[in-house]
């Protein structure tokens, strides 16, 4: 009996130990059912409506409680016998075959169910599954003082009210819809759009309500940084079929939770504009103008407790107004104009006793403790020896090819006394001093087009008075030596503080044009003469009358013979051609006249192929080709690569085709002392004359270029050497007046864009336009003294390799540079405003805080000045020509005393300052 209770016992203890240990496994397959699928699911049995208790592994039905055991054990009273314990064991084994298969029943189905749900992810509408991206954007508050657009938006929506006071809404949904039906109540917005339109618009997409763009205000927070501001929101949406800026304001009857960082919204600003629209009108900029109004918290709680519209109304003008005083005053203002090196000279140095020669003074005092660091900051710094070598290869090319240029033209001008030997010993001689003395060594020296329309001028007054020209030239450019010091020692470059940025422009794109005009001059010069050309003209329309002339002479073919050999190996019908294009000259001509079509059509080839090749490496850094090192160091090369390039096809591609070089004569000497002695009273004294007038135009030339260097977007450190680089710029012309050497000057546009070249440039982002700034400049000596060395060596490559750049390159070279001049002239971007959308207006300063009239009217004014510079710039009449420098310093008067009568001063302060 004992054995048989022991037996029992053990059996129940067998069977309680069972059901402990299928629970236990039961609790596992259900927690690692739940971590594997929670994720993917949960969300799908939130949006279906499914209950989504089952994640849980709730199956209490099939686990085995108390009770069940109960009911499986084996009764207490049951008798004995081995038959009796032989059924106990029996429904023990039972009863483990039954959980095992419970489990293995929940495991199936749980199988079945996730296989079913991957069937519905699999047919389910992809409407149903989105990314959305999100990011946050730091824009700026709207300037109520500077910018004109910010109080007109206002005004505006004041007259065209569309307020909501006290709205009985709650959700996002349907605050959005109430505010859109209250703009379609409008005839003109119903017409151009729809509730469903709009929507669209607003909203992500339609089965998700999150709204496309907002702005919200912030707040520093001493927890987590900062905190949004969570009282109001403004939604922005662009509809396409909008042609006007829509603005409604509804202030909710109680706070509402619109999402994320909108948990307790009182006021919804909703702004609807078109897509295509002005930059200053965009939705943006229109929501700017609203989130800085209610940014205010005082303004805000002033905003709910108003009574009725007319209340709200007033208290939106009077903000505007408030915001107008506020940020008009000096210490809230966040742009400035930045202060001239002569006002900041005037603020250092103050009243000296004896003011002769003070300016000369202070520049040296700012100037050379910086001497050893100008040449130091040639060869240190982060990509300073690529930047300084790419800069002296184009300085070289950007001197040397304009030096042959002018010379071409002095040598014609006086009969061979100055010519491209001499004009390159003066461009080395007179860039080596100033890049060793001068102030500041990134104005680059150089003899210009007006300089050698001097020249000629004077050689025509020689001819006709029978003067010596070398005497001449050289009492010229003493007086005008001697004019240049007087305006050194009187301090008179003060007088560039009045020197307004819209001058500078005026005279910059003058010079742009006149390098452009000298390229288009000699374009049509040498199509007269090898393409349009009696003989080229005769063989197209007289061929028929004139046929026994269709071939040339024994003698003409001798004579051309070079010029058809290329055209033999060609076909019969361009033999022809070519033979019927060389005819006799008339009996009176005396002469042979060619027609050499080809020379035409390769010069315009070479001259555009150099502007292109140029202009597109000048540009590459914009392109996604190659990495951004080599893009860089394509840009930097760009004028030597097309220089190089297209000198290699015109010499050698197309060395058949025989070009013209420039001409050359070796010179036996070439330091010659004028003889100032051969001039009678009179000449000296109209030399005189003849220097005031080139002493202005060294005075306007000089300065000018030294204040575009200068110019404060430019971030240069060292500062302004104004007086002592006009002393420098006096000793160095008086010089080079004693032999007859071309006079050089500060150059346009090459000073600027030898900054640029040394410049490290970032490309600025605004509202989809991209425009470059300056990060740093090295501001180096090294670059002006290298490439001034190296073109003194090019006199030992006279005439030969030099000759091998064909002319054409040359002009090529001239609207390269003056194409490459226009990056950065407000003037010529105003310019184009005339010829662009409104929409595609980029978002300057002077764009926000101007109106579009003024804008335009301002350019014209600046155009009417620039047309009458080049009525008497490019006069043919040479005398015109001499009130040039005149001209130039009266633009100075008509800016400071004609001007302002046409504008309020703050819109001339953004129009022609360097207000950022």
Known sequence: MAIIMIYNACAKLFIRYTQTFFKHLQNKVESCEYERFKCSDMSDAETSGDDPTWHSGNHEEEAVGPEDVQLLEVPNGSHGGPSGNSSSLLTSSGLLKGILKNRLETVESNDLYRQERRRRHSSADEDDFALLHGRFEKVPLKDFHAEIRAFKDVEDFLSRTLLMLDLQKTGLTQIIEAMVQKLLEKKEVSAQTSLEEARHAIFTQDSVHTLSKTIQGTMTSEVSGFDFDQNWICVMCDIPTVTKRHVVIARLHSPANLGSNSHEVQFVILVMAPVREKSTKSSLETARTFATLFLDIDFRHQLLLAESEYEFKQLLHTRTKLLIEEQGLPENRKSHLVLSAFEQEEQEGGKARCPLGQGLIRDLKRRLPHYVSDFRDGFVGNKTIHKVTSTTFF????????????????????????????????????????????????????????????????????????????????????????????????????????????????????????????????????????????????????????????????????????????????????????????????????????????????????????????????????????????????????????????????????????????????????????????????????????????????????????????????????????????????????????????????????????????????????????HQIVVHVRETRVTGIISHVMIGLSMLMLPYPLAYIPRPVLDGLFIYVAITALYGNQLFDRILLFFTEQSAYPPNHYIRRVPQRKIHLFTTLQLIQLVVLCVFGFSPIPYMKMVFPVLIMLLMPIRHKIIPNFFEPKYLKALDGHAH
């Open 395 to 770: 300085l070289y090319f950007a001197c040397v090819l304009p030096n042959i240029a002018f010379g071409m033209l002095n040598d014609n001008n006086t009969a061979g006394v100055i010519d491209v030997q001499k004009v390159l010993f003066s461009q080395c001689v007179g860039g080596l001093l100033f890049a060793v003395f001068g102030g500041q060594p990134l104005i680059v020296l150089l003899t210009t087009a007006p300089l050698a329309l001097y020249t000629k001028i004077i050689y025509s007054i020689c001819e006709d008075f029978d003067l010596n020209f070398n005497a001449m030239f050289a009492c010229t450019g003493l007086w005008n030596a001697f004019f240049l010091l007087i305006f050194v020692f009187f301090n008179t470059s003060k007088l560039m503080k009045y020197s307004s940025r819209s001058t500078e422009e005026v005279f910059s794109l003058f010079i742009t044009f006149a390098f452009s005009a000298d390229a288009i001059k000699d374009t049509i010069k040498d199509f007269n003469k090898n393409y349009n050309t009696d003989v080229c003209h005769g063989v197209t329309h007289s061929n028929s009358t004139n046929q026994n002339a269709s071939f040339p002479t024994n003698s003409s073919l001798t004579t051309v013979s070079a010029m058809t050999t290329a055209s033999t190996v060609t076909t019969v019908s361009m033999v022809n051609v070519t033979n019927s294009s060389m005819l006799a000259a008339p009996s009176g001509g005396g002469g042979i006249e060619e027609c050499l079509r080809e020379n035409s059509i390769l010069f315009l080839l070479l001259m555009l192929g150099t502007v292109w090749l140029g202009i597109t490496l000048f540009n590459f850094t914009k392109t996604p080709f190659l990495n951004a090192g080599k893009r860089e160091m394509l840009a930097d090369y760009a004028l030597p690569v097309a220089v190089l390039v297209m000198s290699f096809f015109g010499s050698y591609v197309f060395r058949e085709v025989h070009m013209k070089p420039f001409k050359y004569k070796a010179r036996e000497q070439m330091f010659e002392l004028a003889p100032l002695h051969l001039l009678p009273v009179g000449a000296v004294f109209a030399a005189a004359g003849l220097g005031f007038s080139l002493s202005l135009l060294f005075f306007m030339d000089q300065n000018i270029s030294s204040a575009l260097v200068n110019a404060p977007s430019n971030k240069l450190k060292k500062g302004a050497a104004y007086h002592w680089d006009l002393f420098v710029v006096a000793v160095i012309n008086a010089f080079l007046s004693i032999f007859t050497m071309p006079w050089v000057h500060a150059a346009l546009p090459h000073s600027p864009l030898h900054v640029r070249a040394l410049a490290d440039l970032e490309d600025r982002v605004d509202q989809g336009h991209v």
